[in-house]
């Protein structure tokens, strides 16, 4: 009775305490900042300018980003020039090459699109000329392929350098989808309809910077961009990346490396700890209020390798996870067409066909989107760069 007591007694207890919990929400958490995040750079060679601006958003917001959508965004010389830039989707500012000499210094005007009409402004900066790479290359690591680049400036004058990537991967789908299902047919899928071999892509999540100003030469050697993890899908059949390369003055570098560290470093109590970073745009009428980024001007540099899977060891790329829950349908043309967008396996498409004893189609295999139609997680076109 004594244990019976002490086992009813937990039970009351632990239902109060949880009937008492109220849940707690951080100010920090619904904060409505919405502040200015300014993306890009000021290119001065025969590249366009692109500027991507955004703002944040709450942290229990459903949306991660918020574009800023018809502001007014200028380049401007510290000779009183002025370049306008046009948004060519929502949030983003471009025009094609500029013409800017290298020898002036650039800044950036945005006029935010809000009802105060918010004006923005960077620090005059001067245009740095990216050297060229020297070269991309890669190794086998018992992790993985590791991606690294050479470069070097005869004149001593770059120092601080700073990298992004596209990557592209080709893959096949789980299952290869023979057939379209097109009003009441079922037609055979063309060559150009294929959607069992697509290229996926991704664009470098993480900063990626080097410096050689405690080296007496201004040379970069063997310096990692990324390193892709053996068993990844991006290893299953092919894998291209493009690299660019930027020239950064010693204060952008130093906002790059705070980034980083704030972002991307924080994961031991050995780390460093997260602290303000200071970008060189500001609101001209309230010098308190955030904004995030850093502009800079001057020429970028870039290369592409491109890899099929000879190149490294053959069990590598065996990552199928986004199929591990594929399955297929055997769907009977005995009533009809209808059936085979019946409900229960609605949503599918025609596989394979399957046939009698006299070669007649009686019905077909089907799945899912998921695990036929790899278009859902890339594109069907082959890049041309992509070896034949």
């Not at 609101?283 to 540099?301: C, K, L, M, R, W």
């Amino acid at each position: 009775m004594k244990v019976l007591l002490q086992f009813i007694t937990g039970i009351i207890l632990t239902v109060l305490l949880f009937s008492c919990r109220e849940q707690y929400t951080p100010p920090q958490i619904t904060a409505n900042s919405n502040y200015l995040v300014v993306e890009g750079l000021i290119n001065t060679g025969t590249d366009s300018t692109i500027i991507k601006l955004s703002r944040t958003v709450k942290l229990n917001a459903k949306t991660t980003t918020q574009t800023e959508t018809h502001a007014v965004v200028t380049v401007e010389s510290d000779a009183n020039a002025t370049y306008p830039l046009k948004e060519i989707k929502p949030g983003t500012y471009a025009s094609p090459a500029l013409g800017l000499s290298t020898t002036a210094k650039y800044r950036l005007r945005i006029i935010a699109n809000t009802n105060t009409h918010t004006t923005y402004l960077s620090d005059f900066t001067v245009a740095k000329d990216s050297p060229p790479m020297d070269s991309l290359g890669y190794t086998i690591q018992p992790n993985g392929l590791q991606i690294y680049v050479n470069a070097h400036d005869a004149s001593n004058n770059t120092r601080y350098y700073r990298w992004d990537y596209v990557e592209t991967w080709n893959f096949y789908s789980m299952y290869n989808s023979g057939y379209i299902a097109v009003d009441t047919s079922i037609i055979s899928r063309t060559l150009t309809q294929q959607i069992f071999s697509c290229w996926g892509t991704n664009v470098s999540p993480d900063i990626v910077l080097a410096s050689s100003a405690k080296l007496t030469q201004d040379v970069i050697y063997n310096s990692i961009i990324t390193t892709v993890p053996s068993a990844s899908e991006k290893l299953s059949l092919g894998y291209s990346i493009l690299v660019k390369q930027y020239a950064l003055t010693q204060d952008a570098f130093n906002f790059w490396q705070n980034l980083k560290k704030n972002t991307e470093l924080l994961g031991s109590i050995f780390d460093a700890q997260p602290s303000q970073i200071q970008g060189n745009i500001h609101n001209i009428n309230d010098a308190t209020e955030p904004v995030f980024g850093y502009i800079s001007a001057g020429t970028v540099q870039q290369k592409r390798i491109t890899l099929l899977n000879t190149s490294w060891p053959k069990e590598w790329g065996s990552d199928r996870s986004a199929y591990n829950n594929c399955g297929y349908d055997v769907v009977l043309m005995k009533d009809g067409y209808g059936t085979f967008y019946g409900n229960t396996i609605l949503n599918q498409i025609p596989l394979y066909s399957i046939v009698n004893g006299s070669g007649i189609i009686i019905g077909y295999y089907a799945s899912t989107r998921i695990c036929a139609d790899c278009t859902l997680r890339g594109s069907n076109k082959k890049p041309s760069y992509w070896p034949q």
